[in-house]
């Protein structure tokens, strides 16, 4: 069964820390790049951060450069995840995680998609 699993989030104070993890049942993602998008009610899903197939290449919106860091590991259980530092209040968001067949910010172009995880943090 392919299917993308989140965890890790919670609430946290401004300036806190938080680690999501994303388990990706199928190996089929070990081929994938997978990514982190975040979504507000009444906004777009947007992206946060990918990583590439074999963790050499990854990406970050501008937004949380030097703040928030995707990393992956491949052995027996695919999982991805984001360590999420010096939190701000407007990363209160609903994080998913997703994998597509390339690189790309677009929510749209994403085959396969968890079912999201809340992060609030507060001032």
């Known amino acids: 069964q392919v299917q993308l699993v989140e965890s890790g989030g919670g609430s946290v104070q401004a300036g806190g820390s938080l680690r999501l993890s994303c388990a990706a049942s199928?190996?089929?993602?070990?081929?994938?790049?997978m990514g982190w998008f975040r979504q507000v009610p009444g906004k777009e899903r947007e992206f946060v951060a990918a990583?590439?197939?074999?963790?050499?290449?990854?990406?970050y919106a501008d937004s949380v450069k030097g703040r928030f860091t995707m990393s992956r590991d491949n052995a027996a259980k695919i999982t991805v995840f984001l360590q999420m530092n010096s939190l701000k209040p407007e990363d209160t968001a609903v994080y998913y995680c997703a994998a597509s067949g390339a690189f790309t910010r677009d929510p749209r172009d994403n085959d396969y998609w968890g079912q999201g995880t809340q992060v609030t943090v507060s001032s």
């Open positions: 990583i590439s197939w074999n963790g050499g290449n990854r990406n």
């Open positions: 199928g190996r089929i993602f070990s081929r994938y790049w």
